[in-house]
């Protein structure tokens, strides 16, 4: 009895740090490969692994960290379940499609909350469409393509074969690649749309040797982001070359095969609760929570405003399990990162690739730099 | 065993007339401790002690090696002269850093998986408690005096000062990101402690608990990233502290009454850890990836010699 008191007493005094997590279900998408399985709850596990690690901090500053996970279903209403979060959330972590974050950031009930796009690559959506209240966790396409180029300046792997595929973020793809070519006087030989309708497992070895003959070039880079064909360039193409892009050698926030700079301890304690692997959304979720972990440490609040001004500033670093501390771009709410340069079962290298210096931080190497940014 | 004692007398011919101390090096990958004497420069030999070894101590009285075998999940005391396995501690999972208290009857224990202090009693070979800290908890150190362990947590980014009688936190100090090694002065007066992800040295003050200088460390020619300073020593007097920089491949030699930072002396590849020899003239340190140690001469600040000793060397103690 006395015990309970004394308890109830102590988490009074904390101070409450309210965080949601929303979440709308995918439908399972075509995949031309059925090795791996589709992962329903990606990110939510990384979300509740930072809630973990960020209260366990919390015990020593008085700070108690809650998260409130909202799924909604495939064709659901997000509005209505962004609308029910209420005043007292003033942290929303989203998982959501790219189309939706402008629709939530949009809302009446968002002005005066912090959000977390945890998921998409959108470079319009920190560009153009970008809002003052969202911070972008995941690297843009831009970003991703440039640590691709540096990458392969440094090999002199400079004339791309392109080959993009049927979907809209395809395009954007291959948009961001084209970018990145320009940007580093890579030269683009060929540029080919994949517009195969079939099942390319049945017919790859037959198609892809000619879909890639009549160039010479130094690297085939494939645009698929859904994953229908790009696994099957791989040693088929006419010429022996090598694959990068969305399969091959793919550049990502995060992968299996990264150990350095303690990320091997985060991998097994994910790995411990989790039962699988850490996913990229889930480092992204687990990232955006250990964000707010780190602000309201620091600044000492619960309050949306003052851990934005935090995590805005130049005093905040946070401890990603890149090597070097990450922090947001106060242009475009970009979080800068080390991204990594991935095959299947080896990491191959990590950008910003040694040699490509800038005046601030190299980290601003990739992506859209601050006189670049078309977020006003 | 007449055989042992037969060929250390024979080293100690060879050497000079004044006794030498010995170095032990814990090899993570051989499963092993290299024993080398430093004075010739020579590798003695190699002793099996268990799955990955990687945290190293000697006892006060100099009789008790302490080697922590992290994938044992043990602390394992071996005989100092006979390297004979003379018992287990029961560290909790995944050991890889430990300290003594000053008068050699505990222990404390990093368990970085499962954000805890394990304080074992050496002679019961027994944890007497688990002290929760934050997240991923790696530098441990007590003062001198007796009065404080410091545990700092490398995810939480905090130093965490637990009162060495009643094994509670007292106070918990925001660092910077990835705090790693942590070390008292002999006076106690001061905890130094690396930040591996900000690059720099923190100096507290013991008492008021708070950061009092910030040593940020940068070679030119050298990636900012690469600078990840990891093991600290400070010798007797305070006149110098020495730092381990990791992947930088060298050992930060600053200047411990003006905080400036003299020379950054080239060792091997990634060098971990650092241990004086007795008379403090000299410091060792460990190169994980150059599988060698590097042997400094404090009176020069200059590496005399570097010598192989097996693979990835971690930890090392040093017996007078």
Redesign the interface.
């Given at each position: 009895m006395l015990l309970s008191a004394v308890f109830s007493a102590v988490a009074a005094s904390k101070q409450s740090i309210k965080i949601a997590y929303l979440f709308q279900e995918r439908a399972v998408p075509a995949a031309l490969s059925n090795l791996d399985a589709f992962i329903q709850n990606k990110g939510q596990l990384g979300a509740e692994l930072a809630i973990s690690?960020n209260n366990?901090?919390g015990?020593?500053?008085q700070q108690q960290y809650e998260l409130k996970t909202v799924v909604v279903p495939v064709g659901g209403d997000m509005a209505a379940a962004f609308n029910a979060l209420g005043d007292d959330i003033g942290l929303v972590v989203l998982n959501v499609t790219p189309a939706q974050v402008n629709q939530l950031a949009d809302l009446p009930s968002a002005q005066n909350k912090l959000l977390f796009d945890a998921a998409s690559s959108d470079d319009e959506l920190r560009g153009v469409q970008c809002r003052r209240h969202v911070l972008h966790i995941l690297p843009s396409r831009a970003m991703r393509a440039d640590a691709l180029a540096q990458y392969m300046l440094k090999k002199r792997w400079r004339e791309w074969f392109l080959v993009v595929g049927q979907t809209a973020e395809d395009r954007l793809y291959a948009a961001a690649i084209k970018r990145a070519a320009k940007r580093y006087g890579m030269k683009l030989v060929a540029e080919k749309a994949w517009d195969n309708t079939y099942d390319a497992r049945r017919t790859a070895q037959a198609d892809v040797p000619q879909f890639t003959q009549g160039e010479d070039y130094d690297v085939l880079v494939v645009a698929d982001e859904q994953g229908l064909f790009g696994e099957y360039l791989d040693y088929r193409t006419w010429l022996p070359r090598p694959v990068i892009g969305t399969q091959g050698l793919i550049a990502t926030a995060w992968h299996r095969t990264h150990e350095q700079w303690?990320a091997v301890?985060l991998q097994?304690?994910f790995k411990?609760s989790a039962g699988r692997w850490m996913e990229e959304e889930d480092y992204a979720a687990y990232l955006a929570v250990r964000a707010i972990g780190?602000a309201s440490?620091?600044a000492k609040s619960n309050q949306a405003s003052a851990i934005k001004d935090y995590m805005l500033s130049e005093a905040f670093?946070?401890?990603g399990y890149k090597?070097?501390?990450m922090s947001f771009r106060a242009w475009d709410g970009q979080l800068r990162q080390p991204i990594l340069l991935a095959a299947p079962r080896s990491l191959v290298g990590v950008a910003p690739v040694?040699g490509f210096l800038h005046p601030t931080s190299?980290l601003d190497t990739l992506g859209y730099d601050q006189p670049e940014t078309a977020c006003k | 065993m007449r055989k042992i004692i037969i060929s250390f007398c024979a080293a100690a011919l060879f050497t000079a007339s004044v006794p030498a101390e010995t170095v032990f090096v814990t090899l993570e990958k051989d499963n092993a401790v290299a024993v080398v004497d430093p004075v010739a420069g020579a590798l003695i030999k190699t002793v099996p002690v268990g799955q990955r070894p990687r945290g190293i101590a000697l006892s006060q009285d100099g009789k008790t090696l302490f080697v922590a075998t992290s994938d044992d999940d043990t602390i394992r005391m071996f005989d100092a002269e006979t390297l004979r396995e003379t018992g287990k501690l029961p560290s909790g999972e995944d050991p890889e850093t430990f300290a003594l208290s000053p008068d050699g009857k505990l222990m404390y224990v990093s368990n970085e998986d499962d954000s805890e202090v394990t304080v074992i009693d050496i002679a019961a070979q027994k944890a007497l408690t688990k002290v929760k800290v934050g997240v991923e908890p790696e530098g441990i150190a007590v003062s001198p005096d007796n009065r404080w362990v410091i545990s700092a947590s490398e995810t939480t980014n905090m130093l965490h000062w637990i009162d060495s009688k009643t094994h509670q936190i007292v106070d918990n100090t925001l660092v910077d990101p990835r705090p790693r090694a942590v070390s008292f002065t002999a006076d106690s007066q001061q905890l130094w402690a690396t930040s591996e992800m900000a690059g720099t040295v923190m100096v507290l003050d013991s008492a008021g608990k708070q950061i009092a200088q910030t040593i940020k460390l940068e070679v030119q020619g050298v990636s900012s990233d690469l600078i990840q300073p990891v093991g600290v020593a400070i010798d007797k007097d305070r006149r110098y502290a020495y730092v381990a920089m990791g992947p930088a491949n060298r050992v930060a030699v600053i200047n411990a009454q003006t905080y400036q930072v003299e020379k950054y002396l080239l060792v091997g590849q990634r060098v971990w850890n650092l241990a004086f020899s007795p008379d403090q003239k000299r410091l060792y340190t460990t190169n994980g990836v150059s599988n060698d140690i590097s042997i400094i001469d404090l009176t020069e600040h200059k590496v005399t010699k570097s010598l192989a000793v097996g693979r990835y060397p971690w930890g090392v103690a040093v017996k007078p």
């Open positions: 690690d366990t901090t015990q020593f500053t303690g301890q097994n304690r411990e780190e440490v620091r670093a946070l401890q090597g070097k501390p040694e190299e | -």
